[in-house]
C-alpha cells in the first residue's frame, strides 16, 4: 500500500511506504516520550487535529496516527506509555467501538451495523433500525440519531471504543476517549479525557 509524502517547502511529492509511514509514527511517539510527555492524544487525521486546536491542547503533545491506531497502541505499550487520549470523528470511533483498529474501509466498515447494533440496545424502534441500518453515512445517521432522541447512543459508542483500546493492550495503556461529530461539535468526553483537558 503506497501513499504519499510532501517533503520540505517546494511541495516534491514522494512516495512512501506504509512501513516508512508506520516507523515515522512509531518515532514520533518515541519523541515525545524523550520529552516528557505523560499523555499522548492520538487524532486519527486532520479533523481531529482542528478540533483539539480549538479546544486549546498543546500540538506538543499530538501526533496524527491516520488509520493506524493498533499499530500506535502496541507501540505507546512498548514505550512505557500508560494513559493517551484518542480524538475522533464519529465515522472513526464507530470502528474501534466495534473493535476495528486499522480504520481504512478497503481492510474493514462495519459503521452502520455497529451504530444499529448499539441503537437496538437503547430500544430503538425497528423502522429507525431499519432507517440506520441503510444510512449511506455516519453523518447521515447522526441526523437520524438526532431526529429520534437516541443521543445516548454517543456514550455508548465512546465507552465501548474505550473498552476496546483497554483489551487491545491487555489493560496496559488507559484510552480517554474524545467524540465529535460535524461543525467540531463534542458528542462524549469520557472521565479520563475530560480530566486531561481540565489539567490543561
Known amino acids: ?5 510532501i517533503l520540505g517547502s517546494i511541495g516534491i511529492v514522494q512516495p512512501m511506504s506504509e512501513e516508512a509511514l508506520k516507523e515515522s509514527l512509531r518515532l514520533e511517539l518515541n519523541v515525545l516520550r524523550e520529552r516528557g510527555v505523560k499523555t499522548p492524544v492520538f487524532a486519527f487525521g486532520n479533523y481531529g487535529l482542528h478540533f483539539l486546536r480549538q ?8 501526533i496524527k496516527i491516520g488509520n493506524y491506531l493498533g499499530f500506535m497502541l502496541d507501540r505507546a505499550a512498548e514505550q512505557g506509555f500508560r494513559r493517551l487520549i484518542v480524538a475522533g ?5 464507530v470502528k474501534v467501538a466495534g473493535g476495528i483498529f486499522q480504520t481504512h474501509s478497503r481492510f474493514a466498515d462495519g459503521r452502520m451495523e455497529i451504530v444499529t447494533a448499539h441503537a437496538a440496545l437503547l430500544g430503538a424502534a425497528a ?15 447522526m441526523e437520524i440519531i438526532e431526529e429520534t432522541r437516541l443521543t445516548e447512543i ?15 493492550t491487555n489493560g ?7 467524540l465529535f ?14 480530566n486531561f483537558l481540565k489539567e490543561l
Open 181 to 194: 461529530g460535524e461543525g467540531d461539535r463534542p458528542l462524549y468526553v469520557d472521565p479520563i479525557a475530560e
Open 89 to 93: 470523528h464519529l465515522g472513526k470511533m
Open 55 to 62: 479546544h486549546r491542547v498543546a500540538e506538543s503533545g499530538m
Open 127 to 141: 423502522g429507525d433500525l431499519e432507517r440506520l441500518f441503510h444510512a449511506k453515512t455516519t453523518v447521515a445517521a
Open 154 to 168: 454517543y456514550r455508548r459508542l465512546g465507552e465501548a471504543a474505550a473498552a476496546r483500546c483497554l483489551g487491545f
Open 172 to 178: 496496559e495503556v488507559e484510552c480517554g476517549i474524545v
Open 1 to 5: 500500500m503506497k501513499g504519499h509524502s
